[in-house]
């Protein structure tokens, strides 16, 4: 698409898992679109519209996405060392 409105960028990422990673203009409610349709879909979003809540959806998605969250809260680091507990008990 050569010409990317904000309506087109959103009715791709309501359709498409990673359409994010084209999304040239992201706004707030793209970006919680694209996390909720696909948590893995946060390494794409820019920094300023990973809020709190949606780091807590992307994480609780994938434990993996922490390393793309930058403002972990200490909710959000006590879930990840449980989760990671929680997944060693697995192995004897």
Known sequence: VKEQT????????KNGKWAIKFVREQTQEIADIAVEKNPNAIK?????FITPELAEKA??????NLEF???LTPEMALYAL??????LKKYP
């Open 6 to 13: 904000p309506e087109i960028a959103l009715e791709a990422v």
């Open 44 to 48: 794409y979003i820019k920094k300023e």
């Open 59 to 64: 994480l609780k998605g994938n434990i993996r």
């Open 69 to 71: 969250i930058p403002n």
């Open 82 to 87: 449980e989760e990671v507990k929680s997944q």
